[in-house]
């Protein structure tokens, strides 16, 4: 099993989860910011809910979850994971949690960069996936900035306090990431590598 991932940036290190960590992850799957587009989330996620989360995806083969940190504070930041890992049709899942104050700062790209790097070229997925809120339009501009493809729209495919949301669904094929989404990617992070540096 693999258990931990560099970035592109060395900014930040996708890892197992671990004990230690469920705190931060009860605060971030409750917080108000995380559940604003994905509704399905409880408003109260205990310590004792991120520990049953974490033991339940240890023992799901068909999922990989990492931790995101960053590494020059060993800070906590988000969550993602590849889920849904069909090694048949080579297929999966993919998506990213982060912490408010994190959001927008070349985290996510870090991240996915990372994530679809071990799936593609590491797992030897054909087709990684991405669903979304269709109210969302921060990470489904980051969708199309990458170079994913909206596949289509589930209508009112998540239950919300107002009824229902409708859910995009975007993909890359491993042709995709090879000849565009991959080098989008790095040199999105590496223009905020010079930024910052």
């Known amino acids: 099993m693999t258990r931990s991932l560099s970035t592109r940036s060395g900014r930040i290190e996708l ?5 230690q960590d469920d705190a931060a992850v009860a605060a971030l799957r409750s917080h108000p910011y995380t559940r604003r587009h994905i509704p399905a989330f409880p408003e109260t996620f205990t310590v004792e809910d991120a520990k049953a989360l974490r033991l339940k995806r240890d023992a799901d083969l068909s999922h990989i ?26 297929a999966c899942d ?29 797992e030897g997925m054909h087709r990684v996936s991405y669903h979304t809120s269709e109210k969302n339009v921060g990470m489904r501009g980051w969708l199309d900035m990458a170079g994913a493809t909206l596949d289509g729209i589930l209508r009112e495919a998540w239950p ?15 042709q995709e ?4 989404v991959k080098q ?14």
Do not use: Q
Not at 184 to 195: A, F, Q, V, Y
């Open 94 to 122: 993919t998506g990213i949690l982060l912490r408010e104050e994190y959001a927008r700062a070349g985290y996510a790209t870090d991240t996915m960069h990372a994530v679809l790097k071990h799936a593609f070229e590491e």
């Open 160 to 174: 919300d306090k107002d009824g229902y949301t409708s859910v995009c669904v975007y993909s890359i094929l491993e």
């Open 184 to 197: 989008r990617l790095e040199e999105r992070i590496d223009k905020r590598g010079c930024l910052d540096g």
């Open 177 to 180: 990431w090879a000849s565009v």
């Open 15 to 19: 890892r197992a989860p671990t004990e």
């Open 65 to 90: 979850p990492f931790y995101i940190f960053r590494t020059d504070t060993n800070e906590f930041i988000g969550a993602t994971s590849i889920a849904y890992l069909d090694r048949d049709e080579r």
